[in-house]
């Protein structure tokens, strides 16, 4: 395991850390995941495996530091990981990031683009969020701050079921709630305008059973890829390892 202080009061992001050769890999998690739980398979497939790569935390999930004090804003999120890419000197990442984690990899590739070289998105956060909350969501934005941490905390707890809980348990109470919040209000300019404007290669994984993202031909047209993935829910990369790997390892390689 591997640490780096990302704010001014030394809180610190950590990772989990895999020799191997450049280009490094990140991974990045979704909301109340870690990395290591949900991308250790994934690194270390054959079709993926040998590179080093850094299965990380967002600062107040998982591992990683849980200060009060932080905004958890996707910008504050995005430069944060940036903090501790510079100092594990990292530069030209290959980026893999699920979920919200592919909204703070799109801000962290549009804020500090020497840091990231190809960027795979996999069923990521593009668009603001209903204001209430939707099937299979954890419902946290309908609540206030106070209400959240006073009683959504043990409500969220039921509401999510016990394989999301497993990881969301350690996350920092204010961290969820505002990384949650600052999510469904989505970003100026938006997600998917600053995605468009990415030079890099970008690719958008997506579950084949809930057709094409939002936009997909936007997408397309802006020079992404957009590619189906069978039998999967959200959790590609653990619903079908096998074609999961086979779509970033082509993704990664220009195949």
């Not at 280009?23 to 497939?45: I, Q």
């Not at 890419?85 to 290959?94: F, K, Q, R, S, W």
């Not at 790997?245 to 220009?254: D, F, K, M, P, S």
């Amino acid at each position: 395991m591997r640490h780096a202080p990302v704010t001014p009061n030394g809180d610190l992001i950590r990772w989990v850390e895999i020799p191997g050769a450049e280009p490094t890999r990140l991974y990045l998690h979704g909301l109340g995941a870690t990395s290591p739980v949900y991308w250790a398979a994934a690194a270390a497939h054959p079709l993926l495996a040998g590179r080093r790569s850094l299965l990380l935390d967002l600062l107040g999930f998982g591992i990683s530091d849980r200060p009060t004090d932080f905004g958890y804003t996707l910008e504050a999120h995005a430069d944060a990981v940036a903090a501790a890419l510079e100092a594990a000197g990292v530069t030209d990442a290959e980026v893999v990031a699920h979920s919200l984690g592919g909204a703070v990899a799109i801000l962290l590739a549009a804020r500090h683009p020497h840091l990231v070289a190809n960027l795979v998105l996999v069923d990521s956060v593009l668009d603001p969020s209903p204001p209430e909350p939707a099937p299979g969501s954890s419902g946290i934005a309908a609540y206030t701050e106070e209400e959240f941490l006073a009683e959504g905390w043990d409500r969220t707890a039921e509401r999510v079921g016990p394989f999301w809980w497993s990881t969301m348990r350690l996350a920092g109470r204010e961290a969820l709630y505002r990384t949650t919040v600052h999510r469904a209000r989505g970003t100026t300019p938006t997600l998917r305008e600053q995605l468009a404007g990415l030079s890099v290669p970008r690719t958008c994984l997506h579950p084949e059973a809930d057709g094409e993202p939002a936009d997909a031909a936007g997408l397309r047209a802006s020079g992404a890829t957009v590619r189906a993935i069978p039998d999967c829910g959200h959790n590609i990369m653990l619903d079908n390892p096998e074609a999961f790997a086979r779509a970033v390892a082509e993704a990664l390689t220009g195949g």
